[in-house]
């Protein structure tokens, strides 16, 4: 069964540090791995699709980094601000079931404090 | 705007009632999901429709039944809910580029939120 794993589950932050977390993933098979970032009340919004090992990309304050041989992606948010409060969610391809089916994290919770 | 708008953002219903909730893609996207998302619990697919056929269908009880009359649109009809049933329901599209659509990008809506009471 795979499994897609965010730590940490909620993370308090002060405006204007930097952090950073993590999802893990099966490390075989590799196709794709997913960030989407939701803000409470709005749609999940598309952050980052990874499909290269040791691929890094960069959206403003955000950026993220991928290791398929040991199956981990982190994300970075460099000083954060308020408007970053969201939950950040990563997704695996399913590739075993289907060519569709994505496998999603519980994602991680970030509250920026003022 | 995500160019994905689903209708209505809340429902209450009851047990015996018959619903539908509504998805919309301005995208030109040719795949649309269902999902359901309950408190504290990843995503979970529902259905699957890639050209208007429904292409995954995860062991979804037969008290929702999805339509996707053509690209554009996704319905998902409730019959007979379960209180466990109340959870947001989310809609996505995809472009779906061949030959692994699952690693193309997904535009979701804002969700309706289904209370069963």
């Known amino acids: 069964i795979l499994n897609v794993e965010q730590s940490p589950q909620s993370l308090h932050v002060q405006e204007g540090d930097s952090t950073n977390f993590t999802c893990s993933f099966p490390s075989s098979n590799f196709y794709a791995l997913h960030w989407y970032r939701w803000e409470t009340a709005k749609s999940p919004e598309a952050l980052f699709v990874m499909t290269l090992n040791g691929d890094e990309k960069k959206k403003g304050r955000i950026s993220a980094t991928l290791n398929t041989k040991e199956g981990y992606s982190y994300l970075y948010i460099k000083g954060s601000q308020p408007e970053d409060s969201a939950t950040y969610l990563c997704a695996f391809p399913s590739s075993m079931d289907s060519n569709y089916q994505l496998i999603w994290g519980a994602g991680t919770k970030l509250i920026i404090k003022p | ?117």
Do not use: I
């Open chain 2, 1 to 117: 705007e995500t160019g994905v708008t689903q209708t209505p953002r809340h429902l209450v219903m009851g047990m015996t009632n018959k619903k539908s909730l509504k998805c919309e893609q301005h995208l030109g996207h040719n795949a649309m999901y269902w999902y359901k998302q309950s408190a504290k619990k990843p995503l979970e697919l529902m259905f699957v429709y890639s050209l208007e056929e429904r292409v995954e269908n995860n062991s979804v009880p037969s008290r929702f039944s999805p339509e996707c009359p053509n690209s554009s649109h996704l319905f998902l009809h409730l019959h007979t809910l379960q209180p466990e049933d109340s959870a947001l329901y989310l809609c996505a599209s995809s472009l779906e580029t061949d030959p692994t659509p699952s690693t193309d990008t997904q535009y979701f809506g804002p969700g309706t939120r289904l209370t069963v009471l």
